[in-house]
């Protein structure tokens, strides 16, 4: 009981001296000016894309790798089941579901597209797709999105794949990592983000299921 | 544009990283410490978020919005394997109680699987079906 008082008085002196230091912090003069002055340059128009997919392109590229990297942390874990629920008798969800699933997935690429110049892009996107996929498994549907484990494993692997592939590309024929060549900066990160979108979307949907998903195969064997 | 006061949701951050800290250090429970680790992460988004805010000019600071775009994304993950962890900490038969008690205080543990009952096997849920 007393440890746990001295750790509340501890963390009540960090929430005061933070608070303190945040407010007292000089008004930083922040990158926002020099994010806009090469945002022409960047070939996209909006500058939080810009900064994602040009300016630290290195650190997505890192952030990718993460979300694989989880992937593979939770299938090593153990096995997750995927349900394959007849939803025959239940038409209300099954036509809920066939209409959300299709509009969410519409959602999300129109949010990958409108990222080029207007808030959106892989990240949010792919947050639309996990959540098609976590309906349809919360749906009792997982089997029938997620049951196929080749095009998951792809899928999942794609974007980080890519963007690795178009990084050491560039850096072996033009000397820098993710140095896209003048004018052609804008179809690089689209092909990025769009391969992105995909595995960031089923990285998250995937992740419910809490390990690997059992296939076919496993169920006969 | 209206000018927003940012000053309110820098301390609000700090608010919720002392608790999140506080969390994990004094709550025994796992899934507890992951919501509190979960309650740290949102206290530095909303720092980062605020800072953006308070840049001169017309619109914020893209850098840290990015930075927490992937940020939020990481945590989701993050918080996924931590789970996966917990659950299968449980399966083992740890429980989920840190508190230096042990299995005692997590009650007993579950049933082994009666096909394989060797902890390298993996899998309470695969025995479950």
């Keep these: 009981m007393i440890a746990r008082a001295a750790v509340a008085a501890a963390c009540a002196a960090l929430f005061a001296g933070l608070s303190w230091v945040l407010l007292e912090l000089p008004v930083p003069s922040g990158l926002t000016a020099p994010a806009l002055a090469s ?36 299938w090593s874990l153990g096995r997750g089941e995927l349900q394959d629920v007849d939803l025959s008798s239940r038409p209300l969800l099954l036509s809920l579901l066939r209409l959300t699933l299709p509009a969410l997935v519409v959602a999300g690429g129109y949010l990958l597209w409108v990222g080029t110049f207007a808030p959106g892009g892989a990240f949010q996107g792919g947050a639309l797709l996990a959540g098609a996929l976590v309906l349809a498994q919360l749906a009792g549907r997982g089997r029938a999105v997620l049951g196929r484990e080749a095009p998951v494993r792809i899928g999942l692997a794609a974007g980080v794949a890519v963007f690795a592939l178009v990084a050491g ?52 064997a | 544009m209206p000018e927003l006061d940012p000053r309110p949701y820098l301390v609000a951050g700090a608010a919720l990283l002392a608790l999140g800290l506080w969390g994990v250090a004094a709550l025994p429970h796992v899934v507890r410490k992951i919501l509190a680790v979960n309650l740290m992460g949102t206290g530095v988004f909303l720092v980062l978020v605020a800072t953006a805010a308070r840049t001169p000019g017309e619109v914020p600071d893209p850098v840290p919005h990015a930075m927490v775009l992937t940020g939020i994304v990481v945590s989701v993950c993050a918080t996924a394997l931590a789970l996966a962890l917990a659950q299968r900490l449980q399966e083992s038969g740890g429980g989920l109680e840190l508190d230096g008690r042990g299995k005692e205080a997590a009650g007993p543990a579950p049933a082994p699987d009666p096909e394989c009952g060797e902890p390298s096997c993996r899998g309470g849920r695969e025995g479950a079906s």
Excluded: C, K, M
Aim: proline residues 6%; hydrophobic residues 50%; glycine residues 14%.
């Design chain 1, 39 to 74: 945002l022409p340059a960047s070939g996209v128009q909006h500058p939080v894309t810009a900064a994602l997919l040009n300016y630290r392109g290195y650190d997505t590229l890192l952030e990718l790798a993460v979300l694989l990297l989880a992937v593979i942390g939770v």
């Design chain 1, 169 to 220: 590309g560039l850096a072996l024929a033009r000397g820098t990592l993710l140095g896209y060549p003048p004018g052609q900066a804008g179809t690089w990160i689209l092909l990025i983000e769009a391969t992105g979108f995909v595995s960031i979307g089923l990285t998250l949907g995937a992740l419910l299921a809490g390990g690997r998903p059992r296939t076919v195969e496993d169920r006969d």
